[in-house]
């Protein structure tokens, strides 16, 4: 449903935020999302031109001694980046936007998966959005062995990790969630997939009164 009204009165568009643990179907539901709601869809990293060579160096598993605060401030140059020239401008022009991570996944990731303070990850994304942040983070909450289970071949740099990296990860989504109730919903990602996607409709029709 395209949210014509909006657009006509100059209203900014509702940003949306998909996060979780690789494996838990986030990128599915994103595109879905986006589709019922003609919102533009995006990722990170690599949502912009520089963000797929950033993206590319951060996944690769060839990739060997990056260090937690350098990897951090590759994700925050992304979401910079990607802010810039795809996020605020949609979201000024009246349109939804649609994100596969955002700066939820740093936290957990840099801050509790890595071990860097996840208050000054977060403050890095703050400064790197200019304050643009979420309307709604929707976490797509699964075990890390069943998602593992569900990842395919040729893990990435991340997915390769072990398990005690993705079991903080998934700790790190819970406590944000926990901490912000308000902004974030938790959405059981066990389910099927139209399960899962009519679990986010309900929520994005209660949280921000958009219906798809």
Do not use: N
Request: aromatic share 6%; glycine share 10%; with cysteine.
């Amino acid at each position: 449903m395209v949210d014509d009204a909006a657009a006509a009165t100059g209203r900014r568009g509702r940003f949306i935020a998909f996060e979780g643990p690789d494996g838990c179907g986030k990128s599915t539901q994103a595109r879905r999302l986006a589709q019922d709601l003609d919102a533009v869809l995006t990722r990170e990293p690599g949502g912009t031109e520089v963000g797929a060579q950033l993206r590319a160096i951060l996944l690769d598993p060839a990739t060997t001694g990056l260090g937690p605060r350098a990897e951090a401030l590759l994700m925050a140059a992304d979401r910079a980046q990607h802010v810039h020239e795809v996020v605020e401008p949609a979201l000024a022009s009246g349109r939804h936007v649609v994100t596969d991570r955002f700066a939820g996944s740093s936290i957990a990731y840099q801050g509790y998966g890595r071990g860097l303070d996840p208050s000054e990850v977060r403050r890095l994304s703050e400064w790197a959005t200019g304050g643009v942040w979420p309307d709604l983070v929707v976490l797509l909450d699964l075990a890390p062995d069943i998602a593992s289970a569900r990842l395919g071949s040729g893990p990435d740099r991340f997915e390769e990790e072990d398990r005690a990296f993705h079991g903080r990860v998934a700790d790190g989504f819970r406590a944000q969630a926990a901490a912000e109730p308000d902004r974030w919903v938790v959405v059981d990602g066990s389910g099927s997939v139209a399960e899962v996607a009519e679990a986010v409709r309900a929520a994005v029709a209660d949280r921000l009164q958009l219906r798809t």
